[in-house]
Protein backbone atom coordinates (compact mmCIF):
# COMPACT_ATOMS: atom_id res chain seq x y z
CA UNK A 1 0.00 0.00 0.00
CA UNK A 2 1.17 3.31 -1.13
CA UNK A 3 1.41 5.53 2.32
CA UNK A 4 1.01 9.42 2.10
CA UNK A 5 4.87 11.14 2.76
CA UNK A 6 3.76 14.61 1.84
CA UNK A 7 5.09 14.28 -1.99
CA UNK A 8 1.77 13.11 -3.62
CA UNK A 9 -1.72 12.92 -2.55
CA UNK A 10 -3.29 9.44 -1.01
CA UNK A 11 -6.69 9.56 -0.82
CA UNK A 12 -7.84 8.31 2.76
CA UNK A 13 -4.58 8.98 4.26
CA UNK A 14 -4.99 13.06 4.05
CA UNK A 15 -8.01 15.37 5.96
CA UNK A 16 -11.20 16.59 3.88
CA UNK A 17 -9.76 19.72 3.06
CA UNK A 18 -6.63 19.12 1.78
CA UNK A 19 -8.12 16.16 -0.83
CA UNK A 20 -11.13 19.05 -2.14
CA UNK A 21 -7.94 21.15 -2.85
CA UNK A 22 -6.94 18.62 -5.30
CA UNK A 23 -10.56 16.89 -6.41
CA UNK A 24 -11.73 20.41 -7.55
CA UNK A 25 -8.83 21.19 -9.72
CA UNK A 26 -10.26 17.95 -11.56
CA UNK A 27 -13.49 19.31 -11.47
CA UNK A 28 -12.73 22.73 -12.95
CA UNK A 29 -10.92 20.79 -15.29
CA UNK A 30 -14.02 17.99 -16.07
CA UNK A 31 -15.70 20.83 -17.86
CA UNK A 32 -13.23 21.26 -20.21
CA UNK A 33 -12.57 17.50 -20.82
CA UNK A 34 -15.62 16.50 -22.92
CA UNK A 35 -15.24 14.06 -25.42
CA UNK A 36 -11.51 15.16 -25.66
CA UNK A 37 -8.21 13.18 -25.45
CA UNK A 38 -6.63 13.75 -22.26
CA UNK A 39 -3.16 13.76 -20.69
CA UNK A 40 -2.92 13.75 -17.14
CA UNK A 41 0.74 14.45 -16.12
CA UNK A 42 1.60 13.53 -12.77
CA UNK A 43 -1.74 11.60 -12.22
CA UNK A 44 -0.16 10.24 -8.78
CA UNK A 45 -2.54 7.76 -7.78
CA UNK A 46 -4.80 8.00 -10.37
CA UNK A 47 -8.21 9.35 -8.83
CA UNK A 48 -7.73 12.81 -11.16
CA UNK A 49 -7.96 10.60 -14.27
CA UNK A 50 -10.05 8.61 -13.22
CA UNK A 51 -12.86 11.56 -12.72
CA UNK A 52 -11.56 13.12 -16.01
CA UNK A 53 -12.25 9.90 -17.45
CA UNK A 54 -15.88 10.28 -16.76
CA UNK A 55 -16.18 13.06 -19.58
CA UNK A 56 -13.63 12.20 -21.64
CA UNK A 57 -13.43 10.44 -24.80
CA UNK A 58 -9.48 9.07 -23.75
CA UNK A 59 -7.26 9.91 -20.98
CA UNK A 60 -3.93 8.60 -19.86
CA UNK A 61 -2.78 9.16 -16.89
CA UNK A 62 1.45 9.73 -16.59
CA UNK A 63 3.81 9.65 -13.14
CA UNK A 64 7.52 8.95 -13.15
CA UNK A 65 6.85 6.31 -10.03
CA UNK A 66 6.01 3.34 -10.82
CA UNK A 67 4.68 2.57 -7.46
CA UNK A 68 1.75 5.17 -7.91
CA UNK A 69 1.51 3.86 -11.28
CA UNK A 70 0.81 0.36 -10.55
CA UNK A 71 -1.85 1.58 -7.30
CA UNK A 72 -3.75 3.60 -9.92
CA UNK A 73 -3.78 0.98 -12.33
CA UNK A 74 -5.12 -1.94 -9.91
CA UNK A 75 -7.36 0.80 -8.24
CA UNK A 76 -9.28 3.06 -11.25
CA UNK A 77 -9.85 1.11 -14.11
CA UNK A 78 -12.14 2.23 -17.27
CA UNK A 79 -12.15 1.19 -21.38
CA UNK A 80 -11.18 4.82 -21.89
CA UNK A 81 -8.46 5.20 -18.96
CA UNK A 82 -4.82 3.98 -19.30
CA UNK A 83 -1.63 4.88 -17.11
CA UNK A 84 1.98 5.30 -18.15
CA UNK A 85 5.49 5.43 -16.19
CA UNK A 86 7.21 8.70 -17.61
CA UNK A 87 9.04 11.53 -16.25
CA UNK A 88 7.26 15.14 -17.02
CA UNK A 89 9.61 16.60 -19.07
CA UNK A 90 10.47 13.18 -21.24
CA UNK A 91 6.55 11.91 -22.18
CA UNK A 92 6.93 9.22 -25.13
CA UNK A 93 4.18 10.43 -26.77
CA UNK A 94 3.35 11.51 -30.27
CA UNK A 95 2.96 15.46 -31.27
CA UNK A 96 -0.48 17.03 -30.84
CA UNK A 97 -1.86 14.34 -29.76
CA UNK A 98 -4.21 15.50 -27.34
CA UNK A 99 -6.92 18.00 -26.75
CA UNK A 100 -6.94 18.73 -22.74
CA UNK A 101 -3.96 18.35 -20.99
CA UNK A 102 -3.68 18.99 -17.19
CA UNK A 103 -0.42 19.13 -14.31
CA UNK A 104 -1.85 20.02 -11.16
CA UNK A 105 0.98 20.39 -8.21
CA UNK A 106 3.82 19.10 -10.57
CA UNK A 107 5.84 22.11 -11.90
CA UNK A 108 7.34 23.15 -8.33
CA UNK A 109 8.55 19.63 -8.24
CA UNK A 110 10.85 20.15 -11.21
CA UNK A 111 14.42 21.57 -11.59
CA UNK A 112 13.69 21.73 -15.42
CA UNK A 113 10.18 23.14 -14.94
CA UNK A 114 10.68 24.62 -18.38
CA UNK A 115 10.78 20.76 -19.90
CA UNK A 116 7.63 20.17 -18.29
CA UNK A 117 5.81 23.63 -20.43
CA UNK A 118 7.57 22.81 -24.07
CA UNK A 119 6.44 18.98 -23.41
CA UNK A 120 3.01 20.54 -23.26
CA UNK A 121 2.88 22.74 -25.90
CA UNK A 122 4.14 19.88 -28.05
CA UNK A 123 1.62 17.27 -26.75
CA UNK A 124 -1.29 19.71 -27.50
CA UNK A 125 -3.09 19.40 -30.40
CA UNK A 126 -4.24 22.76 -32.80
CA UNK A 127 -7.13 24.42 -30.13
CA UNK A 128 -6.14 22.34 -27.67
CA UNK A 129 -5.77 23.52 -23.82
CA UNK A 130 -3.37 23.18 -20.87
CA UNK A 131 -4.22 23.61 -17.27
CA UNK A 132 -1.28 24.03 -14.93
CA UNK A 133 -1.44 24.69 -11.25
CA UNK A 134 0.97 25.94 -8.66
CA UNK A 135 0.95 27.29 -5.26
CA UNK A 136 1.36 30.81 -4.29
CA UNK A 137 5.16 31.27 -3.02
CA UNK A 138 4.29 34.43 -0.75
CA UNK A 139 1.36 32.43 0.84
CA UNK A 140 3.01 28.76 0.94
CA UNK A 141 5.82 30.60 2.83
CA UNK A 142 3.82 32.29 5.22
CA UNK A 143 1.48 29.23 6.21
CA UNK A 144 4.85 27.20 6.36
CA UNK A 145 6.88 29.43 8.51
CA UNK A 146 7.12 27.19 11.48
CA UNK A 147 7.36 23.81 9.86
CA UNK A 148 9.84 24.95 6.99
CA UNK A 149 10.02 25.26 3.50
CA UNK A 150 8.21 21.73 1.92
CA UNK A 151 11.35 19.42 1.04
CA UNK A 152 9.88 18.18 -2.14
CA UNK A 153 9.87 21.63 -3.89
CA UNK A 154 12.13 22.80 -6.05
CA UNK A 155 11.18 25.91 -7.17
CA UNK A 156 7.65 27.75 -6.30
CA UNK A 157 5.99 30.69 -8.53
CA UNK A 158 4.95 33.97 -7.44
CA UNK A 159 2.14 35.66 -9.61
CA UNK A 160 4.05 37.78 -11.89
CA UNK A 161 6.34 35.11 -12.90
CA UNK A 162 4.12 32.20 -13.19
CA UNK A 163 2.02 34.29 -15.44
CA UNK A 164 5.43 35.39 -17.60
CA UNK A 165 7.17 32.06 -17.48
CA UNK A 166 3.69 30.61 -19.36
CA UNK A 167 3.22 32.72 -21.50
CA UNK A 168 6.95 32.26 -23.09
CA UNK A 169 5.77 28.93 -24.29
CA UNK A 170 1.76 29.66 -25.25
CA UNK A 171 0.20 32.80 -26.78
CA UNK A 172 -3.08 32.59 -24.76
CA UNK A 173 -2.49 32.56 -20.50
CA UNK A 174 -5.96 32.83 -18.79
CA UNK A 175 -4.97 33.21 -14.88
CA UNK A 176 -7.49 32.11 -12.32
CA UNK A 177 -7.14 32.11 -8.38
CA UNK A 178 -8.04 28.90 -6.15
CA UNK A 179 -8.99 29.79 -2.61
CA UNK A 180 -10.70 28.33 0.36
CA UNK A 181 -14.18 30.47 0.83
CA UNK A 182 -16.93 30.63 2.99
CA UNK A 183 -20.32 30.27 1.12
CA UNK A 184 -23.70 30.02 2.24
CA UNK A 185 -25.18 27.42 -0.04
CA UNK A 186 -29.26 26.96 -1.39
CA UNK A 187 -30.06 24.12 -3.26
CA UNK A 188 -32.91 21.32 -3.58
CA UNK A 189 -33.85 18.62 -1.57
CA UNK A 190 -32.51 15.96 -2.96
CA UNK A 191 -36.24 14.64 -4.56
CA UNK A 192 -36.59 18.41 -5.97
CA UNK A 193 -35.51 19.64 -9.57
CA UNK A 194 -32.13 19.53 -10.56
CA UNK A 195 -29.62 22.15 -9.47
CA UNK A 196 -28.92 25.22 -10.96
CA UNK A 197 -25.75 26.58 -9.85
CA UNK A 198 -25.92 30.70 -9.55
CA UNK A 199 -22.81 32.23 -8.05
CA UNK A 200 -22.73 36.02 -7.30
CA UNK A 201 -19.34 36.97 -6.03
CA UNK A 202 -18.60 39.54 -3.38
CA UNK A 203 -17.82 43.07 -3.50
CA UNK A 204 -14.03 42.61 -2.72
CA UNK A 205 -12.22 40.70 -5.60
CA UNK A 206 -9.72 38.10 -5.04
CA UNK A 207 -6.20 39.36 -5.07
CA UNK A 208 -2.80 37.61 -6.38
CA UNK A 209 -0.40 38.15 -3.74
CA UNK A 210 -3.17 36.62 -1.02
CA UNK A 211 -4.67 33.48 -3.08
CA UNK A 212 -3.39 30.02 -2.16
CA UNK A 213 -2.96 28.69 -5.40
CA UNK A 214 -2.30 29.87 -9.46
CA UNK A 215 -4.26 27.84 -11.84
CA UNK A 216 -3.62 28.67 -15.97
CA UNK A 217 -5.36 27.85 -18.83
CA UNK A 218 -2.96 27.67 -21.31
CA UNK A 219 -3.72 27.61 -25.36
CA UNK A 220 -1.95 28.14 -28.83
CA UNK A 221 -5.20 30.28 -29.62
CA UNK A 222 -6.88 33.00 -28.22
CA UNK A 223 -9.92 31.84 -25.44
CA UNK A 224 -13.05 33.30 -24.77
CA UNK A 225 -14.87 33.41 -21.18
CA UNK A 226 -13.47 32.64 -17.63
CA UNK A 227 -16.09 32.59 -15.72
CA UNK A 228 -16.33 32.37 -11.63
CA UNK A 229 -15.81 28.49 -10.94
CA UNK A 230 -17.23 27.38 -7.30
CA UNK A 231 -16.76 23.83 -6.38
CA UNK A 232 -19.13 22.24 -3.36
CA UNK A 233 -17.63 19.64 -1.64
CA UNK A 234 -19.98 16.58 -1.00
CA UNK A 235 -20.26 17.93 2.26
CA UNK A 236 -24.35 19.18 2.50
CA UNK A 237 -23.24 21.50 5.65
CA UNK A 238 -20.08 22.63 6.12
CA UNK A 239 -20.25 24.24 10.19
CA UNK A 240 -21.41 20.59 11.11
CA UNK A 241 -18.53 19.36 9.56
CA UNK A 242 -16.39 21.93 11.35
CA UNK A 243 -17.92 21.50 14.57
CA UNK A 244 -17.63 17.57 14.36
CA UNK A 245 -13.98 18.74 13.18
CA UNK A 246 -13.28 20.76 16.36
CA UNK A 247 -15.10 17.91 18.78
CA UNK A 248 -12.60 15.84 17.05
CA UNK A 249 -9.73 17.90 18.11
CA UNK A 250 -11.10 18.96 21.34
CA UNK A 251 -10.90 14.74 22.13
CA UNK A 252 -7.44 15.08 20.54
CA UNK A 253 -6.58 18.14 23.37
CA UNK A 254 -8.50 16.25 26.02
CA UNK A 255 -5.84 12.89 25.13
CA UNK A 256 -2.61 15.21 24.86
CA UNK A 257 -4.10 17.03 28.56
CA UNK A 258 -4.39 13.30 29.68
CA UNK A 259 -0.78 12.51 28.55
CA UNK A 260 0.43 15.96 29.86
CA UNK A 261 -0.57 14.41 33.07
CA UNK A 262 0.88 11.58 33.23
CA UNK A 263 4.15 13.53 32.01
CA UNK A 264 4.22 15.51 35.09
CA UNK A 265 4.18 12.45 37.39
CA UNK A 266 7.11 10.77 34.81
CA UNK A 267 8.37 14.00 35.49
CA UNK A 268 8.03 14.05 39.08
CA UNK A 269 9.37 10.14 39.29
CA UNK A 270 12.07 11.50 37.06
CA UNK A 271 13.05 14.35 39.29
CA UNK A 272 13.14 11.81 42.21
CA UNK A 273 15.01 9.93 39.96
CA UNK A 274 17.12 12.58 39.13
CA UNK A 275 18.28 13.48 42.49
CA UNK A 276 18.89 9.46 43.65
CA UNK A 277 21.21 10.36 40.29
CA UNK A 278 22.54 13.40 41.41
CA UNK A 279 24.04 12.22 45.03
CA UNK A 280 25.19 9.08 42.92
CA UNK A 281 26.92 11.22 40.82
CA UNK A 282 28.51 13.49 43.78
CA UNK A 283 29.68 10.12 44.68
CA UNK A 284 31.27 8.75 41.64
CA UNK A 285 32.32 12.64 40.88
CA UNK A 286 34.58 12.06 45.16
CA UNK A 287 35.48 8.73 43.55
CA UNK A 288 36.50 10.24 39.86
CA UNK A 289 38.56 13.04 41.96
CA UNK A 290 40.64 10.42 44.05
CA UNK A 291 41.04 7.72 41.02
CA UNK A 292 42.36 10.92 39.01
CA UNK A 293 45.03 11.69 42.04
CA UNK A 294 45.82 8.39 41.95
CA UNK A 295 46.07 8.66 38.54
CA UNK A 296 48.79 11.67 38.27
CA UNK A 297 50.85 10.16 40.92
CA UNK A 298 50.88 7.35 38.52
CA UNK A 299 51.88 9.52 35.65
CA UNK A 300 54.43 11.38 37.86
CA UNK A 301 55.97 7.53 38.56
CA UNK A 302 55.63 6.86 34.84
CA UNK A 303 57.36 9.75 33.95
CA UNK A 304 60.21 8.62 36.63
CA UNK A 305 60.70 5.29 35.03
CA UNK A 306 60.94 6.71 31.29
CA UNK A 307 64.05 8.61 32.92
CA UNK A 308 65.43 6.06 34.47
CA UNK A 309 64.61 3.95 31.61
CA UNK A 310 66.35 6.57 29.73
CA UNK A 311 69.42 6.56 31.86
CA UNK A 312 69.80 2.26 31.37
CA UNK A 313 69.32 2.64 27.78
CA UNK A 314 72.03 5.35 27.40
CA UNK A 315 74.53 3.50 29.16
CA UNK A 316 73.28 0.49 27.46
CA UNK A 317 74.28 2.07 24.46
CA UNK A 318 77.37 3.07 25.51
CA UNK A 319 78.24 -0.73 26.25
CA UNK A 320 76.85 -1.86 22.66
CA UNK A 321 78.89 0.85 21.00
CA UNK A 322 82.59 -1.00 23.06
CA UNK A 323 81.08 -4.51 22.25
CA UNK A 324 80.45 -3.59 18.77
CA UNK A 325 84.13 -1.76 18.81
CA UNK A 326 85.60 -5.28 20.39
CA UNK A 327 83.95 -7.02 17.81
CA UNK A 328 84.87 -4.81 15.21
CA UNK A 329 88.41 -5.18 16.82
CA UNK A 330 88.04 -9.23 16.94
CA UNK A 331 87.21 -8.99 13.55
CA UNK A 332 89.98 -7.63 12.43
CA UNK A 333 92.27 -9.70 14.22
CA UNK A 334 90.37 -12.87 12.88
CA UNK A 335 91.21 -11.48 9.62
CA UNK A 336 94.84 -11.47 10.26
CA UNK A 337 95.14 -14.67 11.37
CA UNK A 338 93.01 -16.01 8.63
CA UNK A 339 95.12 -14.61 6.45
CA UNK A 340 98.44 -15.84 7.99
CA UNK A 341 96.38 -18.87 8.09
CA UNK A 342 96.60 -19.06 4.42
CA UNK A 343 100.08 -17.51 4.06
CA UNK A 344 101.26 -20.47 5.94
CA UNK A 345 99.10 -22.85 4.62
CA UNK A 346 100.84 -21.70 1.02
CA UNK A 347 103.85 -22.28 2.39
CA UNK A 348 103.18 -25.70 4.00
CA UNK A 349 101.53 -26.82 0.53
CA UNK A 350 105.07 -25.41 -0.86
CA UNK A 351 107.17 -27.48 1.59
CA UNK A 352 105.07 -30.69 1.15
CA UNK A 353 105.19 -30.48 -2.29
CA UNK A 354 108.81 -30.03 -1.97
CA UNK A 355 108.93 -32.82 0.29
CA UNK A 356 107.06 -35.04 -2.34
CA UNK A 357 109.43 -34.01 -4.91
CA UNK A 358 112.83 -35.05 -2.31
CA UNK A 359 110.51 -38.73 -1.38
CA UNK A 360 110.49 -39.09 -4.96
CA UNK A 361 114.54 -38.64 -5.86
CA UNK A 362 115.08 -40.46 -2.43
CA UNK A 363 112.54 -43.64 -3.80
CA UNK A 364 114.81 -43.13 -6.84
CA UNK A 365 118.20 -43.01 -5.18
CA UNK A 366 116.93 -46.19 -3.33
CA UNK A 367 116.19 -48.19 -5.92
CA UNK A 368 119.87 -47.00 -7.79
CA UNK A 369 121.39 -48.29 -4.22
CA UNK A 370 119.24 -51.38 -4.14
CA UNK A 371 120.07 -51.99 -7.55
CA UNK A 372 124.18 -51.16 -7.25
CA UNK A 373 123.76 -53.22 -3.78
CA UNK A 374 122.45 -56.36 -5.47
CA UNK A 375 125.28 -55.81 -8.60
CA UNK A 376 128.04 -55.18 -5.72
CA UNK A 377 126.75 -58.72 -4.02
CA UNK A 378 126.63 -60.37 -7.63
CA UNK A 379 130.62 -58.92 -8.02
CA UNK A 380 131.18 -59.90 -4.60
CA UNK A 381 129.87 -63.38 -4.76
CA UNK A 382 132.40 -63.00 -7.99
CA UNK A 383 135.13 -62.06 -6.39
CA UNK A 384 134.89 -65.14 -3.80
CA UNK A 385 134.30 -67.35 -6.30
CA UNK A 386 137.49 -66.48 -8.60
CA UNK A 387 138.84 -66.43 -4.82
CA UNK A 388 138.08 -69.59 -4.75
CA UNK A 389 139.43 -70.61 -8.17
CA UNK A 390 142.71 -68.67 -7.61
CA UNK A 391 143.09 -70.61 -4.49
CA UNK A 392 142.39 -73.68 -6.50
CA UNK A 393 144.52 -73.21 -8.95
CA UNK A 394 147.41 -72.24 -6.33
CA UNK A 395 146.98 -75.21 -4.21
CA UNK A 396 147.65 -77.29 -8.10
CA UNK A 397 150.61 -79.07 -8.30
CA UNK A 398 150.39 -78.67 -11.77
CA UNK A 399 150.51 -74.83 -11.70
CA UNK A 400 152.85 -74.62 -8.82
CA UNK A 401 154.75 -77.02 -11.43
CA UNK A 402 154.33 -75.00 -14.17
CA UNK A 403 155.49 -71.75 -12.25
CA UNK A 404 158.28 -73.73 -11.38
CA UNK A 405 159.47 -74.44 -15.24
CA UNK A 406 158.63 -71.02 -16.31
CA UNK A 407 155.09 -71.35 -17.70
CA UNK A 408 151.58 -70.72 -16.49
CA UNK A 409 149.83 -67.69 -14.77
CA UNK A 410 151.77 -66.19 -11.87
CA UNK A 411 148.55 -66.39 -9.91
CA UNK A 412 150.30 -65.24 -6.45
CA UNK A 413 151.14 -61.90 -7.85
CA UNK A 414 147.79 -61.46 -9.94
Known sequence: MVEFTGERLVPGQVDQDLLNEHLSRYAFAARLARHKRVLDIACGMGYGSFELSKHA??????????????????????????????????IPL??????????????????????????????????????????????????????????????????GEFHAELSRFFPSVTMFLQNHVQAIAFHPTPGGAGLVAEVESGSIPAEPQTSHFFLAVCALAPQTGSPVYLYLPSSSNVL???????????????????????????????????????????KTTNWALDLEKDLNEARQRVVQLQDEMETEQRAAREVVAAYEAKITELHDEFKAHIEARRDLDEQIEAKAAELAKC???LDAAEASVTERTLWAQGLQQRVELLEKLVAAAQSSRWVRLGRRIGIGPDLQNS
Open 359 to 361: VEL
Open 240 to 282: REREQHIAKLEAELAQKDSWMAELQQDHSRLHAAHEEQRAESL
Open 57 to 90: AKVVGLDVSDEAVVAASERYQASNLQFLTAPAQH
Open 94 to 159: DDQSFDLIVAFEVIEHLSDWDALLAEARRLLAPGGQFIVSTPNKEYYAETRREVGPNPFHVHEFEY
